[in-house]
């Protein structure tokens, strides 16, 4: 396509993602647009300028995904309503539930792992479930290719380890080798950010749970203590915990790791009260 | 480096649109209903809530409000209005509707540019006003855009089908309960042969 004036582009479309790393190189504070669904919100209400913009829709290594041995690689640019294919749900049914949770089909069409990843928002709906399964961020730039643990990408609310002209790539997970579970309070069932959410993620093979909660606390949180009791209560030969009342001494374990705030959608006891449950309902969906 | 200047192409209802002087972070619904004269789809929320906006870009239900328009360029953007024209087996813009849909006194003629857009009904768009899935009709394009992308994937979807597929668009008045008779409208009447 033809460029007009200097000074009259709006939107880089690269169809390469070289093409995209030195456009971002060459200038850092690019605008990075991959679904759009929470930049667009801000550029509609006037909160965000949009002067340059570096628009991923048609950069095709970020999209789709492939297995590495027991490591799947999901592009950074797979929507919601890809994680729902049925081939790469049942390698990560974590994610496909998480998926599902997001928004509305208009927004599952549009929206990426990417971009919530980028976003890093404390409500983000992957966010959980890539925490509990210890995912990596593959990122890049001009000047090579990283990879972060989960833990260290997300540094805060809406912050990341992101350097000045790197993209997210990709993130890596381990396939699955047992039940994962999201569930999510908000308002309604659709169309709605999480008030409080819980991963729970068995792996059978290394005989332990992994647990995250989102909308909590600044980034996913996990409690390793309690991960570790609770791994410890279960029957490995079958993957079920030993006793019923279990899941009720998790839940009320991980209640007490939330850091939960009082905010406009919910107050922080809600909130605590809402993690013991979901924790207490994933245990008993996942190992019950 | 493809970089889309101001002044850019869009290909809508199957019609390629010179969209002209755009300014920095217009979307694709305010192009669309502001630069383009398709004031089909509705702008209420802006923020992806309502689903008033439903369009397809390349084949995929999206919210026109959440899209930048100058990155859409080079897609294939249906909006309501092209709907009809875009139906398996539709006739020109006379079109085939029955009863509801073209007895309505207006006249068509028999060519095919771009401002018959929209002149004909869908079977989803009939089904809507036969089942009084209309009331004060700000959401039904995006209704009806949607119901047309979940038909064209799930010809006899189930009730859980019907209302995930629905739960991006907001309707104040009619209580959804007549949006998913007209929906069960369509389907029995495309088991039975209906034209769409």
């Known amino acids: ?288 | 480096m493809n970089a889309v200047p101001s002044t850019f192409s869009l290909r809508v209802n199957g019609v390629e649109r010179q969209v002209e002087d755009t300014r920095p972070g217009e979307s694709l619904l305010f192009v669309l209903r502001e630069r383009l004269g398709l004031p089909g789809s509705k702008n209420a929320c802006e923020q992806g809530e309502c689903g008033s906006c439903s369009v397809l870009v390349d084949g995929e239900l999206v919210c026109a409000c959440l899209e930048l328009a100058a990155a859409v360029a080079g897609c294939d953007v249906v909006t309501v209005e092209g709907l009809a024209r875009r139906a398996p087996g539709a006739a020109g813009p006379t079109g085939d509707a029955p009863a509801n849909g073209s007895d309505d006194g207006v006249h068509r003629d028999e060519h095919d540019d771009h401002d018959d857009l929209g002149d004909t009904l869908t079977d989803v768009q009939r089904a809507m006003v036969e089942a009084g899935g209309v009331q004060c009709g700000f959401c039904t394009p995006g209704f009806v855009v949607a119901i047309d992308r979940l038909l064209e994937r799930e010809p006899a979807p189930t009730p859980v089908q019907v209302r995930e597929a629905l739960a991006g668009n907001l309707c104040r008045c009619t209580g959804y309960g007549r949006i998913v008779a007209a929906i069960e409208a369509v389907v029995r009447g495309r088991s039975e042969g209906a034209p769409p």
């Not at chain 1, 927004?107 to 399964?133: E, F, Q």
Request: with cysteine.
């Open chain 1, 1 to 288: 396509m033809k460029v007009g004036n200097s000074g009259d582009v709006t939107v880089l479309t690269p169809t390469g993602l070289d093409e995209a790393l030195r456009a971002l190189a060459d200038d850092p504070t690019t605008t990075v647009l991959a679904g759009g669904t929470d930049l667009m919100v801000a550029v509609n209400a006037g909160r965000h300028r949009a002067d340059r913009v570096l628009s991923l829709r048609r950069v095709a290594e970020l999209r789709g995904w492939r297995r590495e041995g027991d490591e799947l690689v999901v592009g950074a640019g797979t929507t919601y309503s890809a994680l729902l294919d049925d081939e790469l749900a049942r390698l990560a049914p974590g994610l496909a539930q998480a998926a599902r949770t997001v928004g509305s089909p208009q927004i599952r069409n549009a929206g990426t792992v990417g971009g919530n990843l980028g976003t890093a928002s404390p409500a983000g709906d992957t966010l959980p479930v890539l925490a509990a399964l210890d995912a990596r961020v593959e990122v890049a730039s001009t000047g090579g290719r990283r990879t972060i643990p989960l833990d260290h990408f997300l540094t805060g609310p809406k912050a990341t380890a992101l350097a000045p002209g790197e993209l997210v790539v990709a993130v890596r997970v381990p396939v699955a080798s047992g039940p994962q579970e999201y569930l999510k309070i908000g308002v309604r069932n659709a169309m709605v950010i999480a008030v409080a959410s819980c991963a729970l993620v068995v792996d059978r093979t290394r005989r332990r749970v992994a647990c995250a909660l989102g909308s909590v606390g600044p980034v996913p949180i996990r409690d390793r203590r309690t991960e570790a009791w609770l791994s410890s209560q279960v029957d490995w030969r079958t993957a079920r915990v030993r006793n019923a009342t279990v899941a009720e001494r998790f839940g009320m374990h991980m209640a007490s790791a939330a850091q939960a705030i009082d905010d406009h959608r919910a107050p922080a006891g809600y909130r605590r009260h809402a993690v013991s449950v979901l924790a207490r309902r994933a245990v008993e969906r996942a190992l019950g």
